[in-house]
């Protein structure tokens, strides 16, 4: 499957924006799927994830309330909505898909497939 993530840019803190991310090469439906972020000079962190029937969500702590992740299979599309942005929140968010996840589950990590990225930028 290949992943094609879009949707960032600049947006003031308290303000919303919204990630998207494509899949192609195979139905998003066999995958769950994941976003994480990478800001600058850290490490790559689990951001939110949803399971492959899209009933169980899971998100990092420091955006539970503020973030939803859902899918749309018909679409082949794993969504992002992000509001009450914080300049924290600014990094690299990438799609992810992992295949081996029973339909239930949402993993947190090893994750099979990547997407390139899209920028998040909140201003102060």
């Known amino acids: 499957v290949q992943l094609q993530a879009s949707g960032g840019g ?16 195979r ?3 066999a995958y769950a ?3 994480f972020r990478q800001a600058p000079g850290k490490g790559r ?15 990092t702590d420091s955006v539970k309330g503020r973030f939803t992740i859902y899918r749309d299979d018909a679409e082949n599309t794993v969504y992002l909505q992000m509001h009450s942005l914080k300049p924290e ?7 992810a898909a992992d295949w081996r996840a029973r339909r239930w589950e949402v993993p947190t990590s090893d994750y099979d497939y990547w997407g390139q990225g899209t920028q998040v930028t909140v201003s102060s």
């Open 45 to 59: 962190e689990f951001v939110a994830g949803i399971s492959r029937n899209g009933a169980n969500t899971y998100y």
């Open 10 to 25: 600049l947006v003031q803190a308290g303000g919303s924006l919204s990630v998207s991310c494509a899949a192609s090469g």
């Open 33 to 35: 799927m994941g976003w």
């Open 27 to 29: 139905a998003s439906s």
């Open 89 to 95: 929140d600014t990094a690299i968010y990438y799609c």
